[in-house]
């Protein structure tokens, strides 16, 4: 990132990341300080200690994760993520916790946390190492941590541990705005609406920093809470009294941590203005208990109709929920449009302003870490990769963003490279490349191993069916369709997500009916000349080429030869037009945008394209180019996943996350303003095409 450029940029969503300075604690360790407040991060005393002492114990979490239920989500709201501390100390608790209660097994927890100005990776990771060093027991959850961290720009970072039904939401920017965005209405009343169960009030001191506790803060607070969230810190400034009470909490100061004689804990009563500020300094947490009230969905079984991306991807996160789900599909899984030899995960930029609110950003950082984890489990399943890490360079033929803009992100996310560094990466020995955009993060999503790793969870079940009725009660959903054999059959299920692309609207007519758009994937298998001049990662131009290696298993759903070298290019776009047969004039519509873009691949693709293979799919988009996420207008159990275009596989990921949010009561990792822009209600799907 240029600092020049940053600090003359326009400060809205653009994040400052913190300045970290080191001062020695009381026990000689040397610990962090934030140089833009002056303040500590974590006690002098002993941080952890502080940390399980005011918000684990006061907020009552041993007891209250303990008494989880099955499929029931605890909700933590923290204010100051900071090093990270208190996510840790919460994370081993939980952990703990499972490994002693057997119903907790399918209980989750959900953290949630705000940062205006969070510690660059470099910094947390000495921070964490020397807590590493103080804390052993904290070692094993420092690892995922770091290796998920997000990049720091505004918005909304989801981090998935989904090994401990962990799931983490990092808010990058003003807390206010941030809790501001947290959607809790719904447009059903069926669906259940998410709330805080406890608060971590872990800002630097009201004296450092009052913006952490203004108004607006204990506004959000009052509006995403219920009766019994509690809260606790470590503070008991006027101001933090003073604000919790005037917004529905009732106060109690409790013995503090160390030398602090004092702190705080508070809980949501039915009636506003009470205060129980004792000055009877012996007295206990009992009188002050938080009850445990489940208003969590307990649906049993979905079934998803469509098995392309954006029902695989529904399907595990539901599944993910404890949820069992059945995955239909008129045909198999990936039959359609989602089932190319390989998908370029490459983000579409936007300036910087606008990232926060900008669903493709958002999703891009989500798929990139969903689909580095998904290798994990691709290792100890012996299969492909999902991702193939390759990096992807564009050339900015069609871009809405200039270099300029581009120093504004993060260079670890986005950056331009100097023109022989661009050569080199690339392969592109004879062009200017002077102007690009390098994306370290981009790699190529091998479709076949992300769906054998899906349909590999025990909850998920696979069914050919095609469907003809869906017939909505109150109490279930009968979908009804013909198999394999064209025998009838029934399906009763708790909730319908409906994923099937176009053919959505033929099965509700509630879904938009979309613009249906033909596109058209080649590849054709180089010679070893060919190759060695070929480029070496995905380029992005009018279009894009994509070099990769078959893997087992490819040739289930494409002509390619295991263990052998491809070429990609795509796509074609043809509007209007269904039909999936191959063409050879769209094989030389992809050769010739490649050669337009880079002309010394004129004498390198073969001009003779009657021998590649190819694939066609049919897209689907809206007048916006938004998705469609979310519930059916009038239905209690129907909802849909649909109109991804040609970016399914950076959407569908966030977007499914999102849908089950809204089906189960948890918080989306999208703002309230983009979950209406999603909604199969919005205006602008109103109107038909003509």
């Given at each position: ?602 004498s390198i693709v073969p001009a003779d394209t009657s021998l590649w293979q190819g694939r066609a799919g049919i897209r689907t988009q809206t007048p916006d180019y938004h998705p469609i996420v979310g519930q059916l207008t009038n239905s209690q159990r129907i909802w849909t996943i649909s109109a991804m275009g040609a970016k399914g596989y950076a959407l569908a990921p966030i977007c499914a996350e999102a849908l089950a949010g809204m089906m189960l009561g948890s918080f989306a990792p999208l703002s309230n303003a983009m979950l209406a822009r999603l909604s199969p209600n919005r205006t602008r799907l ?5």
């Amino acid at each position: 990132m240029s600092i020049a450029h940053h600090t003359n940029a326009e400060p809205l969503n653009i994040i400052t990341p913190a300045k970290v300075e080191w001062q020695m604690d009381d026990t000689g360790n040397m610990v962090p300080v934030s140089g833009e407040f002056g303040d500590v991060y974590f006690s002098h005393a002993d941080g952890l200690a502080e940390t399980r002492h005011v918000f684990l114990e006061h907020n009552q979490l041993p007891d209250r994760l303990a008494g989880l239920v099955p499929k029931q989500c605890f909700t933590i709201a923290e204010l100051g993520f900071g090093t990270g501390l208190n996510l840790l100390a919460t994370w081993q608790l939980w952990r703990q916790l499972r490994d002693t209660y057997p119903q907790l097994a399918d209980a989750r927890l959900h953290f949630i946390t705000t940062e205006k100005f969070p510690i660059p990776l470099a910094d947390l990771t000495h921070i964490l190492a020397l807590w590493g060093q103080r804390a052993p027991e904290l070692v094993a959850l420092i690892e995922p941590l770091l290796a998920a961290y997000p990049p720091l720009i505004a918005g909304c970072h989801r981090l998935d541990f989904s090994y401990d039904n962990l799931t983490v939401d990092i808010w990058l920017g003003d807390a206010a705005q941030s809790l501001s965005k947290l959607a809790i209405e719904r447009p059903q009343q069926s669906a259940p609406q998410p709330h805080i169960d406890a608060w971590f009030l872990d800002g630097f001191a009201p004296s450092c920093n009052s913006t952490l506790w203004a108004d607006s803060i204990f506004t959000q607070m009052q509006r995403l809470s219920r009766p019994h969230t509690t809260a606790a810190t470590y503070s008991c400034a006027g101001i933090v009294k003073r604000g919790l009470k005037e917004h529905g909490f009732a106060i109690k100061k409790v013995k503090g941590f160390g030398r602090k004689r004092e702190m705080l804990t508070a809980i949501m009563t039915d009636t506003n203005h009470i205060d129980v500020t004792s000055d009877n300094k012996s007295c206990d947490n009992e009188s002050h208990d938080a009850e445990q009230i489940t208003t969590d969905s307990t649906f049993n079984h979905t079934a998803i109709i469509g098995a392309g991306v954006s029902g695989l991807l529904t399907a595990w996160s539901l599944a993910n929920r404890g949820i069992a789900v059945t995955l239909l599909d008129k045909t198999a899984p990936l039959a359609g449009a989602s089932g190319n030899p390989r998908a370029l995960l490459a983000l579409k930029m936007t300036p910087i302003h606008h990232v926060d609110e900008h669903l493709h950003t958002i999703g891009y950082l989500y798929s990139s870490r969903l689909y580095r984890d998904l290798n994990q489990k691709a290792t100890q399943l012996n299969t492909a990769p999902v991702l193939e890490p390759t990096g992807a360079l564009d050339l900015l033929v069609k871009a809405n963003i200039g270099t300029e803009q581009i120093e504004d992100y993060p260079d670890e996310m986005a950056t331009t490279l100097p023109h022989e560094q661009a050569q080199n990466i690339s392969g592109i020995k004879e062009q200017d490349l002077s102007e690009n955009l390098y994306l370290p993060q981009s790699g190529l999503v091998n479709p076949q191993a992300l769906k054998t790793i899906i349909l590999t969870h025990p909850l998920i079940r696979f069914q050919q069916l095609e469907v003809s009725e869906i017939n909505e009660t109150e109490q279930q959903v009968c979908i009804e369709g013909s198999d394999q054999n064209q025998e009838t059959v029934s399906i009763l299920a708790d909730h319908v997500v409906i994923c099937a692309a176009f053919e959505s609207h033929q099965l509700d007519k509630r879904i938009f009916d979309c613009r249906k758009i033909r596109g058209q994937l080649s590849w054709f298998r180089p010679s070893l000349e060919q190759l060695i001049n070929l480029p070496k990662i995905p380029l992005k131009y009018s279009g894009y080429c994509a070099p990769f290696n078959a893997k087992a298993g490819d040739d289930e759903l494409n002509t390619v030869t295991a263990g052998k070298p491809y070429l990609l290019l795509g796509a074609s776009f043809i509007r209007n037009d269904t039909d999936t047969d191959l063409r050879d004039e769209e094989h030389q519509i992809s050769r010739d945008k490649l050669v337009a873009a880079i002309p010394e691949m004129e004498s390198i693709v073969p001009a003779d394209t009657s021998l590649w293979q190819g694939r066609a799919g049919i897209r689907t988009q809206t007048p916006d180019y938004h998705p469609i996420v979310g519930q059916l207008t009038n239905s209690q159990r129907i909802w849909t996943i649909s109109a991804m275009g040609a970016k399914g596989y950076a959407l569908a990921p966030i977007c499914a996350e999102a849908l089950a949010g809204m089906m189960l009561g948890s918080f989306a990792p999208l703002s309230n303003a983009m979950l209406a822009r999603l909604s199969p209600n919005r205006t602008r799907l109103q109107t038909p095409l003509t």
